[in-house]
């Protein structure tokens, strides 16, 4: 893929990255070119948001169309795309999955394009909301070549982002991403659903929580780890934990293991914080030992 212009763009894949991605890309000035998708629906609401873009009838079109072609497509479904691609001497084929690298892509490389994947750390739910978090957000790079890879930097800084360049252990940067978006959500299903026993409905909960949620993100972003933690642990509050750990167990006793097993990793940030001491923290680990 030359350097000496911006490329052609193309996406296989009109879902909610895929088209936020394209929305984005084309709004900073990229050519959006053409789209292709299985669904019908899809493809009209996506190719509708970006001007002069066309829809393609096969991914093979898209390739004839572009210079670089994202696969926004669901991970299991990168390789077989791939694979059916043909006619790729210079160009480019992109993946857009937090957990693969560049060895989903062995097909295309092998038959002379350039290869790469494009990861913004960022959660879509819809492509309005992914389109205004996209700023500041972090984007994983990796390429086979030095010209793709300053090509896909540039993308990011584009759309307001900071590129992150990864050579391998993919899989756990995306653990790590898993762990600090979809097992929040897992976290605060369980916390809002306390409120039930409360009289209060586990969304009128989720709306009490929130402002909380928002404040210790703050607070991570102000003072960073360890100094955010707040709480029981980080007080060496040994009767507070003995009384929720009893709570639990009269209303929602299959909630104590997860209590207690984040109890425990709290207990190190805690020290590392310097408000909880060798005692305290031994206290601690002792009743979350009990039964």
């Known amino acids: 893929m030359s350097s000496s212009k911006s490329p052609k763009l193309g996406f296989i894949g009109p879902g909610t990255v895929g088209t936020a991605l394209a929305v984005g890309l084309s709004n900073a000035g990229y050519d959006v070119v053409v789209v292709h998708g299985r669904t019908p629906e899809r493809l009209a609401r996506a190719v509708e948001r970006l001007e002069n873009t066309v829809a393609a009838g096969s991914p093979q079109a898209v390739v004839d169309a572009a210079d670089l072609v994202f696969l926004t497509v669901p991970d299991g479904a990168i390789r077989p795309v791939a694979e059916c691609l043909a006619n790729l001497a210079g160009k480019a084929i992109v993946h857009c999955s937090g957990a693969d690298s560049l060895d989903a892509l062995e097909a295309p490389d092998s038959k002379g394009a350039s290869v790469g994947c494009f990861h913004p750390l960022q959660t879509f739910a819809n492509v309005e909301q992914a389109l205004r978090n996209l700023p500041g957000s972090t984007f994983a790079v990796e390429a086979s070549t030095a010209v793709l890879e300053k090509t896909l930097s540039d993308m990011a800084r584009a759309l307001g982002g900071t590129p992150l360049l990864l050579r391998g252990k993919k899989a756990l940067y995306h653990a790590s991403a898993v762990i600090a978006c979809n097992y929040l959500v897992t976290l605060l299903d ?16 989720l709306r009490a929580l929130l402002p909380l949620v928002r404040g210790t993100v703050e607070n991570l972003e102000a003072i960073g780890l360890p100094n955010a933690l707040t709480g029981p642990i980080a007080r060496g509050d040994v009767g507070t934990v003995e009384r929720h750990l009893s ?33 305290d923290a031994a206290r601690l680990l002792d009743r979350l030992e009990a039964r």
Not at 190 to 205: F, S
Not at 248 to 275: C, D, F, H, M, S
């Open 247 to 279: 709570a639990l167990r009269e209303v929602a006793p299959n909630l104590i293991p997860l209590y207690k097993e984040l109890a425990r990793g709290t207990i190190p940030i805690a020290q590392a914080k310097g408000t909880l001491d060798d005692a």
């Open 190 to 205: 369980a916390a809002a659903g306390l409120w039930t026993t409360l009289g209060l409905t586990k969304e009128e909960g």
